[in-house]
């Protein structure tokens, strides 16, 4: 164990033996050879013909959608664009996968090797090629591999640079200190230079006068200040968080070294204020050196927690406008699946209703159906209903068609409130459910509820998105399988995907109706979300439905601990259970810790500024009790000057903080480049008031509260000679 880097052991990097590298090399194979078995048998799911479709376009075509639409990187895709050969098809999808995986084995053993020895690193890569979801995951024409591969490789690279046995690793922790002393210093260098200048005789003989700032400490803090706020917008340009740091750090000791001749900025309007204060303010500005530090010390403490509060409401905020919720808050949804090689054949609805009602608080359950194929049906396809999207956003139409809009577009979506990101969420897709079961699937309440529920009992379809419903109409599209196809030409991948209607895109072997029915958007539901039928009106269309979910009202918000319990229960019949429970905001506990690190530093330096300013105004307060000033006095004087530390270093910090935060949002906003729609909107700066009252108003209050509590309010009366 090296003592510098405590808390990490690392075994000796010896060189490999043969024999390890054999071993190593044996495993490996063994792994290609699990990859590579039955790696055709299964014909390609949605997921993994998307990545076929994707691969065989353009590698323009490749990076400008994927940038448009598709939330994966675009390497995966790319690269699978130029190993796939023309007539490749599962094989060759699956098998790019499969090397990715089997190359992640070595690095694992590397891993293990540079850990725990070469015995341990041999057994993690014996783990790692026999592991059955690393199997079925390299089997899978996804990007899953690749992603896990490069992974490994980082762990390992961390590895190397965690090592604290090199020289350049001491060196680099060395460095990290030293700049923090050499912060930490600074911070007080200013102040201990007033002091070391003071004229020593007048000092002790309390006739200290005014302390006045040197203009070139002026000048050099404005052009760190300047150059703080330079380096961190180079570092927002470029995207470096370290470079803006930096200037953050820099910007901040440019205010530290203005301090004093902020102080005595203030001071200027001492003028203007009662006796009180404007004796604090003077006693401020002449004893700077004991001032500057503590006001410096409140700003540093309330800059790092307004610029932490900052950030975390900017994303709260951000985060709760683009979350979508579908059901009502505290509604259960169980989902199952259904279908299998019968696709009229369901698992046992009761057992999953009892097993619900045994671990949860449900009220009532109802049942969600899918769309699937009538009897008789070929059965290799399945059906489908889908909403057709209206013209008032024309370039999601666009998009769901399969073209690619330009920048001009991509700005006027932007500013479409119908292109909203949250209306393309889910929103096409048409479920099969009961009138009754209408308020628990959409939280819809009063005669917006009885409304839609009529619609429904008269075959029409219930909309909770505007783009689906024009003049009270909804347009759905029935996608069939095409008796006359060739099952065997569709599995060989040949045709092409064909623009319908409404942004609907037809399968290869599937054919479309189009049929307009009576709808209702829903105004007082959750949303936006599934477009609903009942089972009526998809027997009318020519269609079938079948239970893939179960929907449950509950008396009382369920717990973590009761959704658990659901979940070992539900875990038999192949059910996953869901509690929906709303936007939940993430709290970053280390908030907490700068607001009381914040809080104590202020009342502290307060109360020290606060105790030498009182012992330095001794002399002033004698003459005043001699000319008869209210026993008062004192007190609001110490209270003053509670203020005048704890007030001025919140405000300075307070701006410190907001500017710290809003580069850091910054950097953000230009990651997502100009206008990026339908990608999510960047977010955007939101002032933290809870953290803002907090710092600027309780912590400063709570200061001079307690310089007005502790103080007596007796003026001294001294002798003097």
């Given at each position: 164990r090296d003592a510098a880097g405590a808390g990490m052991t690392h075994a000796a990097p010896a060189a490999a033996r043969p024999w390890w590298v054999g071993a190593v090399v044996a495993v490996t194979v063994g792994a290609l050879v699990l990859r590579l078995v039955g790696i055709a048998e299964k014909s390609l799911w949605v997921d993994e013909a998307f990545s076929w479709w994707l691969?065989?376009?353009?590698?323009?075509?490749?990076?400008?959608?994927?940038?448009?639409?598709?939330?994966?990187?675009?390497?995966?895709?790319?690269?699978?664009?130029?190993?796939?050969?023309?007539d490749d098809r599962e094989t060759g999808l699956r098998v790019f996968s499969a090397l990715w995986g089997v190359a992640t084995v070595p690095v694992v053993a590397l891993i293990g090797r540079r850990v725990a020895g070469p015995v341990v690193g041999l057994l993690a890569a014996v783990l790692q090629a026999v592991s059955p979801l690393h199997v079925w995951y390299a089997q899978q024409a996804r990007m899953y591999t690749m992603l896990t591969f490069f992974a490994a490789l980082a762990t390992l690279a961390a590895l190397y640079l965690l090592d604290t046995r090199g020289r350049t690793q001491r060196e680099i922790r060395s460095a990290v200190a030293g700049l923090a002393v050499v912060t930490g210093l600074l911070a007080a260098l200013v102040p201990a230079f007033i002091t070391a200048r003071q004229d020593v005789v007048a000092s002790l003989a309390g006739r200290r006068g005014v302390t006045r700032s040197r203009k070139r400490w002026v000048v050099?803090?404005?052009?760190?200040?300047?150059?703080?706020?330079?380096?961190?917008y180079g570092g927002t340009v470029t995207f470096e968080t370290t470079i803006m740091l930096f200037g953050l750090v820099i910007g901040e000791l440019g205010l530290v070294l203005c301090t004093p001749a902020l102080v005595g900025l203030v001071a200027r309007v001492g003028r203007l204020v009662p006796?009180?204060?404007?004796?604090?303010?003077?006693?401020?500005?002449?004893?700077?050196?004991?001032?500057?530090?503590?006001?410096?010390?409140?700003?540093?403490?309330?800059?790092?927690?307004?610029?932490?509060?900052?950030?975390?409401?900017?994303r709260t905020t951000h985060e709760r406008r683009l979350y979508v919720q579908q059901v009502p808050t505290d509604t259960v949804r169980v989902y199952f699946g259904y279908g299998g090689d019968d696709p009229h054949?369901?698992?046992?609805?009761?057992?999953?209703?009892?097993?619900?009602?045994?671990?949860?608080?449900?009220?009532?359950?109802?049942?969600?159906n899918a769309t699937i194929c009538p009897e008789g049906a070929p059965e290799w396809g399945s059906c489908e209903l889908q909403a057709l999207i209206n013209d008032d956003c024309p370039q999601l139409l666009a998009l769901q068609s399969g073209e690619l809009p330009t920048l001009e577009e991509r700005r006027a979506a932007a500013d479409n409130p119908a292109c909203d990101p949250r209306?393309?969420?889910?929103?096409t897709r048409v479920l099969v459910i009961d009138e009754d079961a209408l308020a628990a699937f959409t939280g819809a309440s009063g005669n917006d509820l009885r409304a839609?529920?009529?619609?429904?009992?008269?075959?029409?379809?219930?909309?909770?998105?505007?783009?689906?419903?024009?003049?009270?109409?909804?347009?759905?599209?029935?996608?069939r399988p095409d008796p006359d196809a060739d099952p065997e030409a569709l599995a060989r991948g040949t045709g092409e995907l064909t623009p319908g209607r409404g942004g609907v895109l037809v399968w290869p072997g599937y054919t479309v109706d189009y049929v307009t029915l009576p709808g209702y958007l829903l105004t007082t539901a959750v949303g936006p979300g599934p477009a609903v039928v009942t089972p009526a009106t998809v027997a009318r269309l020519g269609l079938d439905s079948d239970e893939s979910a179960l929907i449950g009202t509950t008396t009382r918000p369920p717990t973590a601990a009761d959704e658990e319990r659901a979940r070992?229960?539900?875990?038999?019949?192949?059910?996953?259970?869901?509690?929906?429970?709303?936007?939940?905001?993430?709290?970053?506990?280390?908030?907490?810790?700068?607001?009381?690190?914040s809080a104590i530093i202020t009342i502290g330096a307060a109360a020290v500024g606060t105790a030498l300013a009182a012992a330095d105004s001794r002399q002033d307060l004698s003459t005043l009790a001699a000319v008869g000033a209210s026993p008062r006095l004192r007190r609001g004087l110490s209270v003053s000057q509670s203020w005048v530390i704890a007030g001025l270093g919140s405000i300075l910090g307070t701006a410190a903080g907001i500017g710290t935060a809003v580069a850091v949002l910054a950097v953000y906003a230009r990651q997502y480049g100009e206008t990026l729609w339908p990608v999510d909107p960047p977010p955007t700066p939101v002032m933290p008031w809870s953290i803002l009252l907090i710092t600027l108003i309780v912590v400063p209050g709570i200061a001079v509260l307690g310089a007005g509590l502790f103080t007596r309010s007796r003026l001294p009366i001294e002798r003097r000679l």
């Open positions: 691969a065989v376009q353009p590698l323009d075509a490749i990076w400008s959608y994927v940038l448009l639409v598709d939330q994966h990187p675009p390497v995966y895709y790319s690269l699978l664009h130029l190993w796939l050969a023309p050099v803090g404005l052009a760190m200040a300047g150059l703080g706020a330079a380096i961190t006796l009180a204060p404007r004796i604090a303010l003077r006693d401020a500005a002449r004893n700077r050196a004991a001032a500057a530090p503590a006001i410096s010390a409140v700003m540093a403490a309330v800059a790092g927690s307004v610029a932490l509060g900052m950030f975390l409401d900017s054949d369901s698992p046992s609805l009761a057992a999953i209703e009892q097993s619900m009602r045994s671990a949860l608080p449900v009220a009532e359950v109802y049942p969600v209306n393309l969420s889910d929103t839609a529920r009529e619609v429904l009992a008269a075959g029409g379809v219930v909309v909770r998105s505007p783009l689906l419903i024009t003049d009270g109409e909804v347009t759905l599209a029935v996608l070992l229960l539900l875990q038999p019949f192949e059910a996953f259970p869901q509690v929906e429970r709303g936007y939940q905001p993430r709290y970053d506990e280390i908030l907490l810790v700068l607001l009381a690190a």
